[in-house]
């Protein structure tokens, strides 16, 4: 059984900073890609920042050179350093990772979190 935890959250002033991170246990292979997104009421959600085992890194255009998405493999944790905050980065953030659980391709599955909310004040 896989479980995911997020934590961080909270409130954070415009232009301040806030990490957020996920950890996620149970019984695996390893962890292929970690993925940060972001939703708010009425509205889709979205791809923040992804961190592939490659080495890959991805930003949307709305939070690039100030967050940054990093992972610590042996701990399975993924974290998504905010920085310079604005008020339109609030919303509930998602943590997904995609779990492999062997070598064989396509034995993984994509797991998410539960969402935790960033709110910003001014």
């Known amino acids: 059984q896989v479980r995911m935890a997020e934590s961080g959250g909270g409130s954070v002033q415009a232009g301040g900073s806030l990490t957020l991170w996920c950890t996620i246990s149970?019984?695996?292979?390893?962890?292929?890609?970690w993925g940060w997104y972001r939703q708010v009421p009425g509205k889709q959600r979205e791809l923040v920042a992804s961190?592939?085992?490659?080495?890959?890194?991805v930003y949307a255009d709305s939070v690039k050179g100030r967050f940054i998405i990093s992972r610590n493999n042996p701990e399975n944790t993924v974290y998504l350093q905010m920085r310079h905050v604005r008020p339109e980065d609030a919303a509930t953030y998602y943590c997904?990772?995609?779990?492999?659980?062997?070598?064989?391709?396509?034995?993984?599955?994509?797991?998410w979190g539960q969402g935790i909310q960033v709110t910003v004040f001014s």
């Open positions: 149970g019984s695996f292979f390893g962890i292929n890609e």
């Open positions: 961190a592939s085992g490659d080495g890959t890194f």
């Open positions: 997904k990772a995609y779990v492999v659980f062997s070598t064989v391709p396509g034995d993984g599955k994509d797991y």
